[in-house]
Nanobody, 126 residues
Framework: QVPLVESGGGLVQAGGSLRLSCATSGRTFRSYAMGWFRQAPGTEREFVAAISWGGSTTYYGDSVKGRFIISRDNAKNTVSLQMNSLKPEDTAVYYC???????????????????WGQGTQVTVSS
């Protein structure tokens, strides 16, 4: 089992910013790509962002492109999501996830990830 613990969620007004963090343990963190997903009530889990194991390549969902930034610190075993210009439609539970070692599909597909955190709530008020 790989523990993934998200933090940094909360309530923010539209136009504001939040920074989410995901911490894990173990020396293998730096070997895996990581991703962020979100899920609002009554909707399917949505891809937000992903980052390669070394941090040199990033991917973003269309709805957050240009507003969110994913980053990682392999020395600290953390991956972060800087969320700017937040909108009410960004309200959701945000999850970090570790991508499988053997890549079979797209980074935006939830089934590509094998370990998930418990999630952190982000609420954006209008």
């Amino acid at each position: 089992q790989v523990p993934l613990v998200e933090s940094g969620g909360g309530l923010v007004q539209a136009g504001g910013s939040l920074r989410l963090s995901c911490a894990t343990s173990g020396r293998t963190f730096r070997s895996y790509a990581m991703g962020w997903f979100r899920q609002a009530p009554g909707t399917e889990r949505e891809f937000v962002a992903a980052i390669s194991w070394g941090g040199s390549t990033t991917y973003y969902g269309d709805s957050v492109k240009g507003r969110f930034i994913i980053s990682r610190d392999n020395a600290k075993n953390t991956v972060s999501l800087q969320m700017n210009s937040l909108k009410p439609e960004d309200t959701a539970v945000y999850y970090c996830a570790r991508r499988r070692a053997v890549v079979a599909g797209q980074e935006s597909q939830a089934e590509e990830y094998d370990y998930w955190g418990q999630g952190t709530q982000v609420t954006v008020s209008s």
